[in-house]
């Protein structure tokens, strides 16, 4: 008899596993989806997901992406890999500093909230020089693998071995290894285009890299955005507005030096510049300062990260949210239930970010 007082979700396995038991879902016989269920039980999605998710660990029933929930001991019960158990975000020569940063803060709560939702465990784990991952029963991995600096023998052989695992930031499509990425050019257009609204045809852009023909996928995607925007709004494109600052790490340092290189170079001034980071944004508003100029009154800045301290600075910096609260969530929901079943299957995601717009940017004067 079930328990009343107990959780909602306790109440639906109970009645679920007595409705099993009393033959009105055969084996092999598809359970009602959680959308179903939350209207059954008038609960909500999340309430519903969970008892589904309790009863896959407890081998009660199985999932088979894109077709549903089944009871088990029907035909394609050999479809169905193993539940997951414990979810692992899995980084390689990322700093404790780096994690901390607003990029990844959010990733890793929502990822979290997730496995917390579906009764799973959630880690993290620092890939040493031999490539090895945790072997715990039911594991699947988060992993980001900044591309210059990662075995990509390494990927090809855990994806041989059916280690389920799904990419963030960076991705590798030939490798057919699911992924979720931040849409960086939608973000570099979103923050040009926020500041050729204003009325800003002179836009500069500060960006990271040894030249502009040797940048990372993030910031030639920030570039190409930046020039999409300007494409439609038929406004040429002038390299003389494009600074490329070289460095190991972003800083506020390169974007002062990046301010003052643009606003010195001849010709006429920018009125406004896509920072393509926070770090640099900060910089480059003590350039400003140190050279007389008032933002946003004779120059625009957009930054580019959102991370906590932007909305605090003078004036407050608008810049662009990559939303990775939600590349979290996808990277967990793929795991544990979209992951591809045939070879060559891609499955993918790209977030888009959101523009903030706060005190760095007014019209042109």
């Excluded at 109440?11 to 209207?39: D, S």
Aim: aromatic share 8%.
């Amino acid at each position: 008899m079930t328990d009343r007082n107990a959780p909602m979700y306790q109440v639906m396995i109970e009645e679920l596993k007595a409705q099993i038991r009393g033959g009105k879902y055969a084996p092999g016989q598809p359970l009602p989806n959680q959308r179903q269920l939350a209207k059954l039980y008038r609960t909500s999605e999340i309430t519903s997901r969970r008892a589904l998710t309790e009863l896959v660990n407890e081998g009660c029933v199985y999932r088979v992406r894109g077709k549903g929930t089944f009871v088990r001991g029907g035909e394609a019960e050999a479809e169905s890999p193993a539940p997951v158990r414990h979810i692992f975000f899995t980084y390689h020569n990322l700093s404790v500093d780096s994690l901390n940063h607003r990029y990844w803060g959010d990733m890793l709560e929502a990822i979290s909230e997730v496995c917390e939702e579906n009764g799973v465990d959630f880690h993290m784990w620092a890939v040493d020089e031999r490539y090895r991952l945790p072997e715990e029963p039911g594991a699947a991995y988060v992993l980001t693998t900044p591309p210059c600096d990662f075995d990509q023998k390494s990927l090809e052989r855990w994806r041989d071995e059916g280690k389920r695992f799904v990419t963030v930031q960076f991705y590798y499509p030939h490798l057919s290894i699911p992924y979720v990425v931040a849409d960086n050019l939608t973000g570099g257009y979103l923050a040009t285009q926020h500041l050729l609204s204003l009325g800003h045809r002179r836009t500069g852009i500060i960006l990271t890299g040894r030249s502009v023909v040797d940048l990372n996928q993030e910031f030639l995607l920030r570039l190409q955005g930046y020039r999409l925007a300007l494409q439609r709004q038929q406004i040429p494109f002038d390299p003389e507005l494009v600074c490329v600052m070289d460095g190991e790490l972003e800083s506020a340092e390169m974007g002062y030096r990046g301010f003052k290189e643009l606003i010195g170079r001849s010709g006429e001034r920018p009125t406004a510049i896509f920072v393509t980071s926070d770090l640099k944004a900060f910089g480059a508003l003590k350039a400003a300062q140190d050279m007389g100029l008032e933002v946003p009154g004779d120059i625009s800045l957009v930054g580019y990260d959102d991370i906590r301290i932007s909305a605090y600075t003078y004036p407050h910096l608008t810049t662009i949210n990559q939303n990775t609260a939600q590349i979290g969530r996808r990277a967990a929901e793929i795991l544990l239930r979209e992951l591809p079943r045939s070879p060559g299957e891609l499955v993918k995601d790209e977030i888009v970010p959101r523009l903030i717009v706060r005190g760095t940017t007014a019209a042109l004067r």
